[in-house]
């Protein structure tokens, strides 16, 4: 990947950032291709982007656009990052669902509403009612 294809991803990155009103951090270690489509079928399906980055590209972004600073310390490892926009729970209730069933997908981190909250606050996330 060329300076010019990282700068453009880190440009992405940021404008996704900038304009969620949440964004989750999940582990997907162990994942298999079936089960990681039907995960992002669910998400679209409620107005969710499921976006894979190198994690050295999200901290750049993160770094330039000077928020979410506290999830940069969950950024190892195999990271799969949810983005809304419209309904900020609805990552958390689907990932809680997917790893109730399946027990490979989990939440590392997430910022809801300029709030963060960690990953063993999934189930207080997904049982909160919508709005």
């Known amino acids: 990947m060329d300076r010019n294809e990282k700068s453009e ?3 992405e990155i940021k404008e996704l950032l900038e304009s969620s009103s949440a ?4 582990d997907y270690h162990g994942i298999n291709v079936e089960d990681i489509s039907s995960l992002r079928n669910q998400f679209r399906s409620e107005g969710v982007r499921y976006k894979v980055y190198k994690n050295t590209l999200v901290k750049r972004a993160l770094k330039e656009s000077g928020k979410y600073d506290k999830i940069v ?4 490892g195999m990271t799969g990052f949810a ?6 729970l609805a990552p958390a209730k689907i990932i809680n ?5 399946k027990e490979k997908l989990s939440l590392r981190a997430c910022y809801v509403e300029g709030e963060y909250f960690d990953g ?3 189930k207080i996330l997904a049982t909160i009612p919508t709005k």
Do not use: A, C, H, R
Request: proline share 4%.
């Open 83 to 88: 983005f809304t926009t419209t309904n900020p």
């Open 23 to 26: 964004v989750y951090l999940t």
């Open 73 to 76: 310390d969950n950024l190892t």
């Open 97 to 101: 669902k997917y790893f109730g069933d």
């Open 120 to 122: 063993s606050q999934l």
């Open 9 to 11: 991803i880190i440009s």
